[in-house]
């Protein structure tokens, strides 16, 4: 059984900095990409970011310059910088990965999401 989870989420200040973690655990053989996801309210789920396994990263156009994807390969972890915080960040971020394992072979999962709140 495999796991994504997040943490880090929470309330912030415009301006402000947060870093969100997600860590994989379970029967993983190999991450492959790992992404973030957020999903504001009202609005769909967007792409956010994404990191390879050969560590290639992409951004979407309305976080790059303000937020870093990093992983640790060891820890099969990804996470998530925040920076330049603004009230339209505020979001549900949700972590996805594509894992594969020697039982179901590659698959996408998905973290629990955790919130993050900015005020003005």
């Known amino acids: 059984q495999v796991q994504l989870s997040e943490s880090g989420g929470g309330l912030v200040q415009a301006g402000g900095s947060l870093r969100l973690s997600c860590a994989g655990s379970g029967n993983i053989f190999k991450i492959n990409a790992m992404s973030w996801y957020r999903r504001a309210p009202g609005k769909q789920r967007e792409l956010v970011a994404t990191?390879?396994?050969?560590?290639?990263?992409n951004y979407a156009d309305s976080v790059k310059g303000r937020f870093t994807i990093s992983r640790d390969y060891a820890e099969n972890t990804v996470y998530l910088q925040i920076n330049s915080l603004k009230p339209e960040d505020t979001a549900v971020y949700y972590c996805n990965a594509n894992i594969y394992t020697l039982a179901r072979g590659s698959n996408d999962y998905w973290g629990q999401g955790t919130q993050v709140t900015v005020s003005s």
């Open positions: 990191i390879t396994s050969g560590g290639s990263t």
